[in-house]
């Protein structure tokens, strides 16, 4: 017999794969925001930002992307990037909960830069699926003013060749992305490790 019980879970990341997002600073160089909400609709994109992030103030004024999705074994490289911000000075509700500024995040993840073919922010070459996007609208929803819901149009796809089956297919069997998990990180396996905010 199945029974529930009425629960009152801090967030609500319920398993959802990592993204991490490229996107172009002023001054031409290229943030990395890791994120866990998006979801695709065809060839769209709909991501979940927090407003005040330089990603999303990156997107308002240049409103392109890429969709670097990692592997689930690149997680300790996502997790650098988990406590780190583009945003200088740090705004103070980030810095309450221990981010710091970093300028260079491909250095800080240890990550390889990639030229872009359609957008301007680089990919990310360790990533095996990198979706080049372009911002289609950008909402603040009134009830929750604290986020916002960027619908992208995916413009390029590039896959490891390891992963692809021609020039059509992603072979389910050979890619393995990073689930975000109640803060936890998963692959389609076992736990990985977790993030420093999970309270579990």
Request: charged share 25%; net charge negative.
């Amino acid at each position: 017999m199945i029974s529930h019980i009425t629960i009152h879970p801090k967030i609500l990341y319920y398993g959802a794969p990592v993204v991490l997002l490229s996107t172009e600073n002023a001054d031409g160089s290229t943030n990395i925001s890791p994120i866990s909400s998006s979801w695709a609709l065809g060839s769209f994109v709909i991501l979940g930002l927090g407003v005040g992030s330089q990603g999303l103030e990156n997107l308002k004024d240049r409103p392109a992307c890429v969709i670097n999705l990692p592997d689930a074994e690149m997680w300790r490289q996502v997790e650098a990037l988990a406590s780190l911000t583009g945003k200088n000075p740090v705004p103070a509700y980030k810095e309450e909960i221990g981010f710091r500024y970093e300028k260079d995040k491909f250095a800080a993840g240890s990550f390889t830069r990639a030229a872009s073919k359609s957008v301007r922010p680089e990919r990310i070459a360790e990533c095996p699926l990198q979706l080049e996007a372009e911002v289609r609208h950008i909402r603040i929803p009134e009830y929750a003013e604290s986020f916002a819901i960027v619908e992208t149009e995916v413009v390029q796809v590039h896959a490891d060749e390891r992963i692809a089956i021609g020039d059509r297919y992603v072979d389910p069997k050979a890619w393995n992305p990073l689930i975000y998990n109640f803060r936890h990180y998963f692959g389609l396996g076992e736990e990985k490790g977790k993030t420093y905010r999970s309270e579990t």
